[in-house]
């Protein structure tokens, strides 16, 4: 199978799951996305061989399986678009409105905090983390987005698998379980480790 018919085979996975809890949803716009996104992305790829299109579709399908909004489930498929294509956030905007322009700036800011794993910073971090965040559900899309990158930490150095696990468990599992969001939670811990 070609990896456009694996990405597309993805993506219509998604389509059914939104549809087995909102029947009457229109596809438009979320395919609209998909196509934007598959644009941005194409030639991309993860350090894991696979196209790199496949991580949003998979965080997308994770808040899927947790029968979320479809607007939330677009900003998933979006969420690197802004900062790895040469679409903008206007471009976001104009395509998709200020809702989920926002939630893809806030997903991108999130990304930005850094996070050192020195414990005395911990607590201070969680506290930027969840205020950074206006709509709640931009911290589930970047919980997502972690427990996904979880899964391809091997291909990075042993020093930078160590300190995104430790970040992982500190913070995301920690912020994950405080959202009583306890299957990410676990997700995040089991990766992790």
Not at 134 to 140: G, K, N, Q, S, T
């Amino acid at each position: 199978m070609s990896n456009s018919d694996k990405l597309t085979q993805k993506f219509n996975t998604i389509l059914d799951k939104i549809n087995d809890y909102q029947p009457d949803f229109s596809n438009e716009k979320i395919t609209n996305a998909f196509h934007l996104a598959r644009d941005g992305h194409k030639g991309q790829s993860r350090y894991s061989g696979d196209p790199f299109l496949m991580h949003p579709l998979s965080v997308a399908e994770m808040l899927a399986d947790m029968k979320l909004d479809v607007d939330t489930i677009i900003a998933a498929i979006l969420h690197d678009v802004a900062e790895d294509t040469d679409y903008t956030l206007e471009d976001i905007e104009e395509n998709f409105g200020s809702e989920i322009k926002k939630m893809v700036d806030g997903v991108t800011k999130l990304g930005k905090v850094k996070h050192d794993g020195v414990e005395r910073y911990v607590g201070s971090l969680k506290k930027t983390f969840l205020a950074m965040a206006e709509d709640a559900r931009v911290i589930l899309i970047r919980l997502a987005d972690r427990a996904h990158n979880l899964l391809t930490v091997e291909v990075h150095s042993d020093k930078k698998s160590k300190r995104r696990a430790k970040e992982s468990l500190e913070i995301y599992a920690e912020v994950a379980g405080n959202l009583e969001m306890n299957h990410l939670r676990r997700k995040i811990e089991n990766r992790a480790v």
